[in-house]
């Protein structure tokens, strides 16, 4: 049997009775040797730190102590980014009892019985400590992610609780916030909840050399500017070099593309990034690889990405179809440009599952022709968009119109 016990930063005394239990009755308890170091010498259990690396050590470490009874130390509610997610991936529960214990038949190779018993999380805390709303606050995770990650985030008016890496965590937040132009915003430090070094701190009055390793971060925006979280961010939020799809087509794109949470999009010929970047805006579990042929288009990318708070793109340099070989099956592939490269949509289509996406968009008229002939062969819908801009005509104002893109959106049978 496996129990996971979720422990705060208050130790022993903070537990339920359930939670002593459990760790009283085990054999074997794993945990950091932070979260070891708060038990009391009643739990009589062996005591085992986590190895390093963890992750590729954890089944056979729990393939060892398949016989005994066995509890997880986890820091707070062991679900919320902990060790208890980290094991539900592995062991693939199956079966979740009206008791709360789950049974696995797992990656392990036998059955598991394990349950998980939770502790307040440092997200919970810090949101009663605040007189925060937790269901109107974002939480957003740095532990093991570019603080770049937190940009998409910064919204006027909007409460943030940012989990950190370390004691350095808060002065690389500081720094992005007020980068981003929000440098008004409420800003604090929380550190050791729930322990009896407990401190809420206003950045200002925070001394760098003593912030806490266990911290996190809230930060309440003001004065930034608003950035839209619909498709169709304005033209200048991107650096490129002309090789952009418009604002007006790149909304209407991504509608076409449907962004659906979990799913993984193909940017083909990807130019500045703009829509699998706004791919993966749509929803923080929405990936995507974007492909660009040319290397100085795809640090461009990179950089457009860190800046609009998608560091997780994944970019690769080459020229498709090439390129796609070996790459993660997508569900949506999107080619903005080079259909007329042989065998390029050919690729895209087979790599793509039954039912997946694949939408085109054509500029020129061999290109458009190249759509026309697939719409001829795989049905779908054929759409062109032509917008028109107002730029000044000497003294007055006229229409500039833009060159027409035709887009091609097919489903594979």
Not at 398 to 406: D, I, Q
Request: proline letters at 7%.
């Amino acid at each position: 049997m496996l129990k996971v016990v979720g422990i705060g930063a208050g130790g022993w005394s903070d537990l339920s009775g359930t939670a002593t239990a459990a760790l009283r009755s085990a054999s074997v308890v794993l945990g950091s040797r932070r979260q070891l170091d708060l038990l009391p010498s009643e739990v009589t259990a062996e005591r085992m730190p986590w190895p390093s690396p963890l992750l590729p050590a954890l089944p056979g470490l729990l393939a060892s102590f398949a016989e005994r009874d066995v509890a997880v130390l986890a820091s707070g509610d062991p679900m919320f980014h902990g060790i208890g997610a980290t094991l539900a991936r592995l062991l693939n529960p199956s079966v979740v009892a009206q008791s709360g214990v789950r049974v696995s038949d797992a990656a392990l190779g036998y059955h598991l019985e394990w349950e998980v018993i939770p502790h307040p999380s440092s997200v919970s805390l810090a949101a009663a400590r605040l007189g925060w709303a937790l269901a109107e606050v974002e939480v957003v995770s740095l532990v093991n992610a570019p603080v770049s990650n937190l940009r998409r985030r910064l919204n006027p008016g909007r409460r943030i609780l940012i989990l950190s890496a370390g004691a350095g965590t808060p002065a690389e937040v500081v720094d992005l916030v007020h980068r981003a132009g929000f440098s008004e915003s409420d800003i604090s430090v929380l550190s050791d909840l729930g322990g009896p070094a407990e401190s809420v701190t206003a950045w200002a009055g925070v001394a760098a050399e003593e912030i806490s390793a266990l911290n996190i971060v809230a930060v309440e925006c003001r004065g930034g500017p608003a950035t839209p979280v619909v498709p169709g961010l304005p033209d200048n939020s991107y650096e490129s070099d002309g090789q952009l799809t418009k604002r007006e087509v790149r909304a209407v794109t991504l509608a076409t593309l449907g962004p659906a949470p979990g799913e993984l999009l193909w940017d083909v010929g990807a130019g500045a990034g703009s829509i699998a970047i706004e791919w993966m805006r749509a929803h923080p579990s929405c990936r995507a690889i974007a492909v660009e042929a040319d290397p100085a288009r795809a640090a461009t990318i990179e950089t457009n990405a860190a800046r609009l708070g998608v560091p997780g793109l994944t970019i690769v340099t080459g020229t498709a179809p090439a390129a796609l070989t070996d790459l993660p099956s997508p569900d949506v592939v999107f080619v903005g440009g080079g259909v007329t490269t042989d065998g390029l949509v050919e690729a895209c289509l087979a790599a793509l599952p039954g039912g997946g996406r694949l939408v085109a968009n054509a500029v020129t008229l061999e290109s458009e022709a190249v759509l026309t002939a697939w719409h001829g062969k795989l049905g779908g819908e054929l759409t062109r968009v032509a917008v028109q801009r107002s730029k000044p005509v000497g003294g007055f104002t006229g229409w500039h119109t833009m060159m027409p893109v035709t887009i091609l959106s097919v489903v594979k049978p």
